[in-house]
């Protein structure tokens, strides 16, 4: 079994930063991509940010400019640092890790508002 334990959602203004914390844990023999989803309330769950071992990045278009997303390979831990952050960035961030399997984190909620 492999564990995903998120932090560092919470509510910040508009034009906010926040950086959210995913880090695994468990029977982790290798873990491949990394990264995070979010989901909005009555929306599809969107790809944000993923990121590969050797740390070849890809974004949502959405998200390019504004977010930046890095691993450790020692601890298995991704992280999702979110700037400028919007009203519409609000939503629920899942991260995820590819190894034998896709596992994914509990969700944390992040909030943009004034």
């Known amino acids: 079994q492999v564990q995903l334990v998120e932090s560092g959602g919470g509510l910040v203004q508009p034009g906010g930063s926040l950086t959210l914390s995913c880090a695994a844990s468990g029977s982790i023999f290798r873990i491949y991509d990394m990264g995070w989803y979010r989901q909005a309330p009555g929306k599809q769950r969107e790809l944000v940010a993923s990121?590969?071992?050797?740390?070849?990045?890809n974004y949502a278009d959405s998200v390019k400019g504004r977010f930046t997303t890095s691993r450790d390979n020692v601890k298995n831990t991704v992280y999702l640092q979110m700037n400028s952050l919007k009203p519409e960035d609000t939503a629920v961030y899942y991260c995820?890790?590819?190894?034998?399997?896709?596992?994914w984190g509990q969700g944390t909620q992040v909030t943009v508002s004034s």
């Open positions: 990121i590969t071992r050797g740390a070849n990045t």
């Open positions: 995820f890790a590819d190894g034998s399997s896709r596992y």
